[in-house]
């Protein structure tokens, strides 16, 4: 498999992206990649790399970055050169079978939409994240800020793409699929969900288990939870921001008294789960 990765991308850029690279190649061995951005700034990156895996890896140069804080529209109009553009014109034109980026979320998304095209019946891209549950499993939620709004055939589109990543990516079979609303009973939530839902009961190809509220998001009760953009960043980052309080609380509530040894080491050991667990829910 060949990658494209837009190395300019991110709030850290080359110094992340490229450590990252050589790390993903020296894991899997079948792995290629067409590293994009400014040659000057990446080969010296590269220099003290292992020459067996410089061997699977080709710099492709590009003029140009897509300011973080850029707006999408602007972005994308003065795109052309730019590390994210040519990466994505790397998948378009068959060289690379995916593109990797950090760079401007919007911006990614609508070059995307714009010179890759959603597959037939997609009418927008979404962003998703898969999240630890306490059951042990996992959940793919979508839209985590793609599209602020979502009408109820978006929703439903959301429910096809989460159902085959949960399926052909995760490996659950006939993933469980659920809209996040306020409530539980059919008559509750906006209008879009409600008619969003109408159409998921009636397709035999998505296992669709009903309405599920923000608190059971965690619980293993679907495989598959599907919310407008606006609702799905929000939930994200809120959860983001509870994690952190209680990491923080955690490491804060032995500060200028003596602790146990063993509550400084199950706060540790809490720490790092926690870490693991939800370091990466990010899209």
Known sequence: ?????????GDFGPCVTVPAALQALASHSELFLLLVGHPDTLMPLLAKADSSLMGRLQVIPAESVIASDARPAQAIRNSRGSSMRVALEMVKEGRAQACISAGNTGALMGLSTLLLKPLD??????????????????????DLGANVGSDSAMLVQFAVMGSVMAEHVLGIAR??????????????????IRDAAAVLRESPQINYIGYLEGNELLTGKTDVMVCDGFVGNVTLKTMEGVVRMFLSLLKSSGEGKKRSWWLQLLGRWIQKRLTKRFGASQP
């Open 1 to 9: 498999m060949t990658l494209a990765i837009d190395a300019m991308g």
């Open 121 to 142: 019946g997609i009418k927008r891209p979404a962003l998703m994240s898969v999240l630890p549950h306490q059951q042990q499993g996992k959940t793919v939620v979508l």
């Open 175 to 192: 993933p469980r699929v659920a809209l996040l609303n306020i409530g539980h009973e059919e008559t509750k939530g906006l209008e879009t």
